[in-house]
């Protein structure tokens, strides 16, 4: 596999701080990539270890004597539905804009665009943090805590004088429940009381069965944080049966051997060797177009029926269960980069003198392994897609509201879920698509005067798909985007080309990337030089700077614009064919096809990322958005335009990218388009082998480098190859 491949997966796991089916064998050591420990309590959030089982999130602390759990649930955000028609004089701007760009006054331009903005979308929120308050002193010997990753694991043990505690933390997605298992090495050792706060309107409470409860209510509106202290930044219904988010934490001691006891907020066991407590956890969403104040579930409810579902249910019955269901998905990929491990060193230590330039395969392909990992644990079939930091969040105005930042960062969060043998995981997202694609068609007619349906460069669990900005506050250089749905419609095409599976390309898929592709017929206008291009455009957060040293951000035909576009249009037609529909559509497609504007080389020998020869403000910008036909697209390739792909690596060095590879490695199972999963192996950066396991019968190419073979595979089978 290419070394920019593996940078990619590794990039994943990065972004969110990122088909064996084994039987669990529970005495089975864990593997030393997989661990992630360290020899010291965490200090801050970024230091906690996440678990989660898609729906439900806890960072834990490892902190002594008091440990620290922050909740969350996925779907815990501010607001409510979102009214797509917040803008209806949007569409009246658009001819005035196009003039100004055409005129080449960009600066009336930027300045123009700014009223086809509406409201800024919603913040995931965070739901508490539960407290358990061990009854000896902070002075301890022996201190670790660790992360399994293969089995989705918490571990902190650590020694007071002869007595090791032990405590062993997972939230299982079979029973939809966070456990936590106290162990104390002698008879009435363990001394603890349970508590919980929040930093959102709540109230606490016990009852006579010593169970602890969080409940409370989310804000209406939950300013982004890069607004700045304002009065209105966090706004609450005074109504306490109107709008705003409910939830509940239910803590429960669910086996001790020691003695219960309570008080109005607090919940103690007394002299015990063990215990298990478990927490369950519910909000009142109940669909991105609901009130969840007033057309909400029931969250008592809700988490009174997982309570009842685990009762008088061993820890070891629930942690296998646990267990079983995670590594369903984690072991169907390993990763080996190095023949030596570096496990008996802290990941900690690890990873400062990976900084200082130590090298250490392993903890390379941690890093990857932690990635699908993180994905795993925050993005389950039936729920919603991991946002911007996954399900784990504790901050009130989270950064970026924590919400789907869609010109980059929610497509690189699935970028590795089919290739990775994640499919399962990319569910959220697809069926995220279909919501969006229904408040998208109302922006689309009331912003752009379009059909189909668009999205731009924010949503949140609303499906929110306006510009953003604060109806003419936000910058244009990110809030005025309306390409999301064309990008979110290479996921669509993804899936299908992974798994084949034809009735839903044709049931699902299809009609989703058919009205992305109308609003693109329908967006594009004719440009300068005869040829099509968006207009306004622009270049995700990135700004131009003209030989007149304006600054600007809206211009014409962009082109990561372009290569989304060209991208959409040619899955389009693939699918088309496929299902042997619309051939006129299909025709006008083609047609748009042969008139978008070509991609240029700059003066630099880069592949230019303005319709102009312009250069950029910033030369090393974050974002390289006109690269995407490289990857994730196949659009350009050394095979089949070496200019171009030579363009796209002259863009990468001018941005700083260095670049990096392993020469001695394995990997199994990873997914390739078409249905197959592959292991490969090499050695000195040379193929040693592979294998392919083919889902169905046929034909197949297989290329390394300028070696071709042609085989016939069947399903079923597993075939080596050697070059």
Known sequence: MHKKTYVLLILFALNFILLIHCGLVPS???????????????????????????????????????????????TLWAGGPVNPRMNPDSVTFLPAVRQALFKG???AA?????????????????????FIDLDHGPEVEDYSRDLDL??????????I????????????????????????????????????????NYNISTNKNHQLFLDGRGPIHAEPNYRGDRPDAIIYNKNPNG?????????????????????????????????????????SFNDFDKEPGTEGKDPKRLTDIHLQKVKNRSYEELKNAHIRDFRYFFDRVTLSLSEKSRSEFSTDRRLKEYREGQPDPDLESLYFQFGRYLLISSSRPGGIPANL???????????????????????????????????????????????????????????????????????DIWAMTNPVGDFGQGHPVWANWPMAGAWFSFHLWDH????????????????????????CLDWLVEGPDGYLVTAPATSPENLYKTPGGYRGAVSIGTTSDLVLIKGLLNKVLKAGDILNRDPDFQKDIQACLNRLYPYQIGKNGNLQEWYFDWEDVDPRHRHMSHLIGLYPDNQISPLTYPDLAEAVRRSLELRGDGGTGWSKGRICGLRARGGYTVDQEWMDGKLLKATIYPDFSGHVKIRYKDKIKILELKSGRAYKIKF
């Open 28 to 74: 089975e050591p864990a593997l030393p990539e997989r661990i992630l420990w360290y020899e010291e309590p965490a200090s801050f959030f970024e230091q906690a270890l996440p678990l989660g089982n898609g729906r439900i999130g806890a960072m834990v602390y490892g902190a002594v004597p008091s440990e620290h759990i922050l909740l969350n649930e996925e």
């Open 105 to 107: 006054d960009y600066p």
């Open 110 to 130: 930027d300045k123009l665009i700014r009223n086809m903005q509406g409201k800024f979308s919603e913040s995931y929120l965070p739901l508490g943090d539960l």
């Open 150 to 159: 293969r089995r989705a694991l918490a571990t902190t043990e650590y020694r």
């Open 161 to 200: 004088g002869s007595t090791v505690f032990k405590r062993e933390m997972f939230v299982s997605s079979p029973d939809q429940m966070l456990f936590i298992r106290l162990f104390a090495s002698k008879p009435k050792a363990l001394n603890f009381s349970l508590r919980c706060s929040s930093q959102l």
């Open 243 to 283: 709008k705003g988010m409910k939830f509940r934490a239910l803590v429960t001691v669910l086996e001790t051997d020691g003695s219960l006891g309570h008080s109005d907020s607090e919940v103690f066991v007394q002299e015990a060797k063990e215990a298990l407590i478990a927490v369950a956890i519910a909000t």
């Open 389 to 459: 930091q996954g399900i784990w969040n504790p901050f009130l105005r989270p950064p970026w509201s924590s919400n789907y930042t869609t010109n980059i960062n929610v497509e690189m969060n699935y970028w590795p879920a089919e290739i990775c043998n994640l499919s399962e995981m990319h569910e959220p997202l697809l069926q995220f698509i279909g919501r969006l694609a229904e408040t998208g068609t109302v922006t689309a007619e009331t912003f752009f005067g379009c059909r189909g349906w668009c999205c731009n460069h924010n949503s």
């Open 496 to 519: 299908y080309d992974f798994s084949r599976d034809v009735e839903w390309l044709r049931n699902y898929a299809y009609p989703l990337m058919k009205g992305a592709a109308l609003f």
